[in-house]
């Protein structure tokens, strides 16, 4: 065998054995040891000024520390050897003050003693004279022990009466219809019957029909009461098509026939179950249909205000371009839009978790709303007076995102939240924390350091715990003023004398406009050595909705372990970036993806991969792979469909290849509604004919949240294209990236086709 090809087939060999090597938990060694203080949590004492925290040490040793806020000192929270002597004499065991068998204590009011558990039982230890004793369980009952905050717990403006749907009742079109529903004022019972509401006089008497349109295929449901009882709110629920989609498990483990199971899935274009709200008047015997379009998207909530009489709730189109907050008077059925925004792209409103905040938040003093909107450029949130519905002022105005609520002040009208892209020269994804006032003043940052944070507030809010870290800065712990962000003191860092692996490399380019700063990661193979040339593996993942990271698919805080030390160490250079058409950043760069998922940021990234080619000569920039699952899985396809000059081979595992063919609510917001050729232009199997890198294509049989058949149909159509190419099913799998054998193939494969022949 010549001696470049037996190179190649040494690699192949060692693939399994680097498969199981390629995750722990990101704060431990290799997977192992905690890396010490990587992690602080502070336990705050009455009075809100001091704080303890326990540090974890090499060794599985231990420390722990004792904070004076106020002074901005830190020391041992006790002599832990004398405590350990102490404990040792007392429980007749041997202890050492650096591996004390506690983890949590408790001090005194007077600092002068300190209680922890051992053994289920409850210790002291006095910290003048180091004795140690049992502590005696007091007779007292704990219930009387136990003090309840009531008006902590409370909610002012909680609605007084929103039922939730009973177990006992029927199913209607939209769900599950109550029986009987008493009214705040108890004068009456509301209840369904034949489809139709009904009022029945609590005290006895005869029942009423109120509504005449209600029929089987289209029952009225979701019956609401009024706070002053006078109306009964109610949805007529006309079902949607319910289509399913179907798995076939061939291989089950009890073995005999395979299993066929479905589901309902609606897809792009499919008919969904729409609302129409009406308004009944039980003492007139009245029914008023409202005169709003019915609610298409999701299932309203009705939430009553503060006088009883009027009710909201938001209303999502179809197509996700407009949304409105519909107020209504449960007396005449008027309507008016509190809140209508319009787009020409879409407005984030479905699978919104990594925007970490509702649409709208409402005051509970106030007859105001918070909204949560990307109408300036980028996500703020704008006070909006609820009685009149207009806007009183942008809250966090500025060229960055918000990225959370943290806290609502009402009494002091500010508004703590969580926001990125604001700090010049730092990675645009980093979360910093913010205070500012209700009418847009005042803002002040509460975490400076150049890196994405985590705060830990005390109780009273006076002070900050501040924790950050980068991909190439381990954690490190400050203690921060919460009046204004100054240091008070540093607390810790995080010792990572003993890890060996190499942190990745941030790396900035400019995509395609050629301002927009795009942000990613390099990550060098082991043994790097900067006069050989490396072929190149990008791991994709270009989902608008964004990621486990939050917004960012790229990584942004410290990890001890080995990035992608599977592909690292067979030679290859990893690398992860995230493109315009993702979220985190302005609307305009997401805007890219709008009916055209297919672009996932390619532009923006190949001039990324230029960019470092030109930076290093051991980047080899005419060997790329790459590979991704889910939305990655159909970008990573799409890279050999669309841009095979750039890419030459791509592993792509459960992929949507067809954005009609995958969940409605996921791809009409973003390929827009109703369905039209750009799904097409964007599909990976329409397109097939166009592949000319290498692919391989895997996917689950159970995969339940991308059908199957996406990528059996990608099969279909790169076969009657006489296209070349590798497919893999595993049985019983669901969306995944192939599991430990995918991936030892996904190796194999990249070996074969950009390691040297």
Not at 232 to 238: C, G, H, K, T, Y
Not at 601 to 621: E, Q, S, V
Not at 685 to 701: M, P, S
Request: aromatic share 10%; charged share 25%.
């Amino acid at each position: 065998m010549p001696p470049i090809r037996f190179a190649r087939a040494v690699l192949i060999v060692v693939v399994s054995s680097l498969v199981l090597a390629t995750s722990a938990p990101a704060q431990r060694r290799g997977g192992g040891t905690p890396i010490p203080k990587a992690t602080l949590t502070p336990h705050w004492l009455a009075g809100d000024t001091k704080f303890w925290y326990r540090n974890s040490l090499k060794r599985g040793t231990k420390e722990f520390v004792l904070v004076d806020a106020e002074k901005g000192t830190k020391g041992p929270a006790f002599d832990h050897a004398k405590l350990a002597a102490g404990l040792s004499r007392a429980a007749e065991k041997s202890f050492t003050g650096d591996k004390l068998p506690f983890d949590v204590i408790t001090f005194e009011p007077d600092l002068k003693t300190v209680r922890f558990e051992l053994s289920g039982k409850e210790w002291r230890c006095d910290l003048w004279t180091y004795e140690c004793s049992l502590v005696v369980p007091s007779k007292q009952k704990s219930s009387d022990r136990q003090a309840v905050n009531e008006d902590a717990s409370a909610d002012d403006d909680a609605p007084f009466f929103e039922p939730e749907p009973q177990r006992g009742g029927r199913r209607g079109g939209g769900g599950i219809v109550p029986r009987d529903l008493p009214s705040p004022d108890g004068k009456w019972i509301a209840f369904v019957k034949d489809g139709n509401v009904n009022v029945r006089p609590k005290a006895g008497g005869d029942a009423v029909k109120l509504s005449t349109t209600g029929a089987e295929a289209n029952t009225f449901g979701m019956l609401s009461w009024s706070r002053d009882g006078k109306a009964v709110v109610a949805f007529r629920i006309e079902p949607g098509d319910n289509k399913e989609v179907y798995l076939v498990q061939s291989s089950p483990p009890g073995g005999g026939r395979a299993v066929l199971q479905s589901r309902p899935y609606p897809l792009p274009g499919d008919k969904f179950t729409a609302y129409e709200p009406w308004v009944f008047d039980p003492a007139e015997k009245t029914a008023t249909k409202l005169d709003v379009d019915r609610s298409d998207f999701g299932r309203p909530a009705v939430r009553w205000r503060k006088d009883g009489r009027h009710f909201t709730y938001e209303k999502v189109d179809r197509g996700h371009q407009r949304f409105r907050l519909i107020e209504v008077d449960s007396h005449t059925g008027k309507t008016r839009n509190l809140i209508d925004e319009k787009t020409n792209t879409f407005i984030w409103t479905a699978h919104a978790e990594a925007v970490g905040m509702p649409l709208v938040t409402w005051l509970t003093k106030t007859d105001e709303l918070l909204y949560s909107s990307e109408k300036s450029g980028w996500r703020h949130l704008h006070l909006i007076d609820a009685n009149t519905g207009q806007e009183k002022n942008d809250v966090t105005p500025g060229n960055f995102v918000v990225r959370g609520i943290d806290k609502i002040d009402e009494a002091n009208r500010q508004l703590w939240f969580r926001g990125a892209g604001r700090d010049d020269g730092q990675d645009p994804y980093f979360v910093h924390y913010y205070r500012v006032n209700f009418d847009g003043t005042g803002l002040v940052a509460l975490t400076p350091g150049n890196g994405t944070h985590t705060a830990q507030f005390s109780p009273m809010r006076k002070y900050l715990v501040d924790s950050f870290s980068r991909v190439d800065l381990p954690p490190e712990h400050e203690l921060r003023s919460a009046a204004d962000g100054k240091l008070i003191c540093q607390l810790e860092k995080a010792d990572v004398s003993d890890v060996r692996s190499t942190p990745p490399e941030v790396f900035v380019a400019k995509g395609r406009d050629g301002t927009t700063d795009i942000w990613g990661i390099i990550c060098r193979p082991r043994n790097f050595d900067p006069t050989k040339k490396y072929p190149v593996i990008e791991s994709i993942y270009a989902g608008p909705q964004g990621s486990p990271q939050g917004m960012a698919f790229t990584p942004k805080s410290y990890s001890a372990n080995s990035r992608f030390r599977n592909l690292t160490d067979l030679g290859f250079v990893v690398v992860q970036m995230d493109g315009m058409g993702t979220a985190g950043r302005s609307k305009a760069f997401h805007d890219v993806c709008w009916k055209n998922l297919a672009d996932a940021g390619f532009p923006d990234r190949i001039l990324w991969h230029t960019a470092a080619a030109a930076k290093y000569p051991w980047y080899d920039a005419t060997r790329v792979g790459i590979y991704g699952t889910s939305a990655g899985g159909q970008n990573a396809a799409g890279a050999v469909i669309f841009h095979g000059d750039f890419y030459k081979a791509a592993y792509a595992a459960c992929g949507c290849h067809d954005n009609r063919m995958d969940k409605a609510s996921w791809n009409e917001q973003w390929m827009g509604y109703p369905v039209g050729p750009q799904y097409s232009a964007s599909s990976n199997i329409d397109n097939a004919r166009k592949l000319t890198g290498k692919l391989f294509l895997v996917v689950g049989e159970m995969d339940h949240n991308v059908p199957p058949e996406s990528t059996l149909r990608l099969v279909d159509a790169l076969i009657k294209a006489n296209k070349e190419f590798e497919f893999l099913m595993i049985p019983g799998m669901d969306h995944s990236n192939g599991g430990p054998y995918g991936t030892r193939r996904m190796l194999q494969f990249f070996v074969k086709h950009l390691m040297p022949n």
